[in-house]
């Protein structure tokens, strides 16, 4: 299975930036779909932003205005930039990865890192 570690994750004043990594390893087959999650206490976890073996991402709408999602694949590495932060987006996030052209929903995933806290204070 691909193993997955995220990393980067901070305590950030609001109107901060923030970027985070995820490496990953073991059996990368292309196409796949690379995404990043994140949870909330109290919440469900909810997509931030994915993208595919081919360059095309999605963006939860509500953040596509502040984040960035990249990847090199020839490091088996995604990233997301975050800007603009607010304490909102205090959260646990996920890298998660998927076989395939697309995500799907949650259940799809194939591979989830084990996190990391993003504390973003006013």
């Known amino acids: 299975q691909v193993r997955l570690v995220e990393s980067g994750g901070d305590l950030v004043q609001a109107g901060g930036s923030l970027s985070l990594s995820c490496a990953a390893s073991g059996l990368i087959f292309r196409p796949n779909v690379m995404g990043w999650y994140r949870q909330a206490p109290g919440k469900q976890r909810e997509l931030v932003a994915s993208i595919t073996s081919g360059g095309i991402t999605n963006y939860e709408d509500s953040l596509k205005a502040r984040f960035t999602i990249s990847r090199d694949s020839a490091k088996n590495m995604v990233f997301l930039q975050m800007n603009s932060l607010k304490p909102e987006d205090t959260a646990v996030y996920y890298c998660?990865?998927?076989?395939?052209?697309?995500?799907?929903?949650?259940?799809?995933?194939?591979?989830w890192g084990q996190g990391t806290q993003v504390t973003v204070s006013s």
């Open positions: 998660a990865f998927k076989r395939g052209i697309t995500i799907g929903t949650m259940t799809d995933l194939d591979s």
